[in-house]
T-cell receptor, first 113, second 114 residues
């Protein structure tokens, strides 16, 4: 069975703080893909990143960085110097094969000015 | 490209009524799917399709029907609406091969069943 766990339901930080969103996944597949999506208050889902199971390199995109560790089945997301515009619900997701996407329950991040 | 479009954006139904949520994409994607989003539950897969004429059940299919007669359209039918189907519904599409592997999501339909 596939499962994604985002243990942090809600996180509140003050602007400019760094924040890490945790994601732990379960799968028996050797080939799989991990995703992060952002859902701002307006409600749409915004794709942030995809990682495949063969690529454990960490990735940085501006203030965003992702740490993928197969040994601990984790795919954590860090926002450096958070901003109010980062306030959103963030979803981690796992995909097996070509199609099915399994989502975690999401972490609501609030960045206060 | 319009991407993935969904209509209506909002809908209120009475218990027992039926309706169809529309989803269309203009990216020639083979894969399309429907999710529902409930508070604290994340997104859960209702039904999906890997091409015209092919559909399959996801995690929470009861009370919903789908069909895929064309590549572009993937409507979701509520047969007899129940209050438990009050939710936000998202349609998504993606190519089966190539691309970045992301699913493209529509803007969502907020459904209330009274």
């Amino acid at each position: 069975a596939q499962k994604v766990t985002q243990a942090q339901t809600e996180i509140s930080v003050v602007e400019k703080e760094d924040v890490t969103l945790d994601c732990v996944y379960e799968t028996r597949d050797t080939t799989y893909y991990l995703f992060w999506y952002k859902q701002p208050p307006s409600g749409e889902l915004v794709f942030l990143i995809r990682r495949n199971s063969f690529d454990e390199q960490n990735e940085i995109s501006g203030r965003y960085s992702w740490n993928f560790q197969k040994s601990t089945s984790s795919f954590n997301f860090t926002i450096t110097a958070s901003q109010v515009v980062d306030s959103a619900v963030y979803f981690c997701a796992l995909r097996r094969g070509a199609e099915k996407l399994v989502f975690g329950k999401g972490t609501k991040l609030t960045v206060n000015p | 490209n319009a991407g993935v479009t969904q209509t209506p954006k909002f809908q209120v139904l009475k218990t027992g009524q039926s309706m169809t949520l529309q989803c269309a994409q203009d990216m020639n994607h083979e894969y399309m799917s429907w999710y529902r989003q409930d508070p604290g539950m994340g997104l859960r897969l209702i039904h999906y399709s890997v091409g015209a004429g092919i559909t399959d059940q996801g995690e929470v299919p009861n009370g919903y029907n789908v069909s895929r007669s064309t590549t572009e359209d993937f409507p979701l039918r509520l047969l007899s609406a129940a209050p438990s189907q009050t939710s936000v519904y998202f349609c998504a599409s993606s190519p089966l091969r190539g691309g970045r592997g992301e699913q493209f999501f529509g803007p969502g339909t907020r459904l209330t069943v009274l």
